[in-house]
């Protein structure tokens, strides 16, 4: 049974709206589970079911005889006054589980990036420590340079508060050590 199956089923009898009764022959809806909401009619009398678009304050594009509405809130509005109080609500419980997926989707997207991020920064910090002879710094890099052979994963931010510095100031030092060994 298709979405629109269920919503004309749950109309069906329960409802005497002019809107409702046109859906029911003529009219579709998309599953609210697809990425795309659509819901369209391609009513037989085209002046009556203008009217009764007027009458409810119902907003619906057209191209060629179809009518349709494309957007979440048109959709929901038109449930609402059809009567398909079910079907409404599979629509916002739809549309909260895509929402709860897209920020989740969003999280881990950025904490991905922050810790690849530091990966990249890490690497490159050891790789600077590498090339150097670390016995020809000053006593404030080789502890630097310690500190990040023992915390290797930690953030710059972690790092600075270990050695007791800025997270600029860190940065600086790591930079200057990269122009020694140029």
């Known amino acids: 049974m298709t979405f629109a199956d269920k919503v004309k089923k749950e ?7 002019p809107l409702a009764m046109i859906f029911y022959k003529h009219g579709n809806i998309s599953d609210p589970k697809n990425k795309h909401y659509e819901l369209s009619i391609t009513p037989e009398d085209e002046r009556v ?8 304050n119902i907003n619906m594009a057209k191209t060629g005889k179809t009518y349709y509405i494309k957007n979440f809130d048109g959709i929901i509005g038109f449930l609402n006054i059809i009567g398909a109080e079910n079907a409404c609500f599979e629509y916002l419980d739809s549309k ?14 950025f904490e991905m990036s922050n810790i690849k991020r530091q990966a990249e920064a890490t690497k490159k910090q050891l790789d600077i420590i590498a ?3 670390v016995t020809q710094l000053s006593a404030r890099y080789q502890r ?5 052979l023992r915390y290797k994963q930690a953030t ?3 790092l600075a508060k270990i050695l007791n510095m800025s997270k600029s100031g860190l940065t600086y030092a ?3 050590m990269s122009e020694l060994h140029t």
């Open 156 to 158: 710059m931010a972690e």
């Open 131 to 133: 090339k150097l002879d």
């Open 11 to 17: 109309i069906k009898g329960n409802t005497t709206h």
């Open 96 to 109: 909260v589980l895509k929402e709860i997926r897209a920020n989740s989707n969003r999280e881990v997207n």
């Open 174 to 176: 790591f930079r200057r």
């Open 49 to 56: 079911f203008e009217i009764e678009l007027i009458e409810n």
């Open 144 to 148: 630097i340079v310690k500190a990040r």
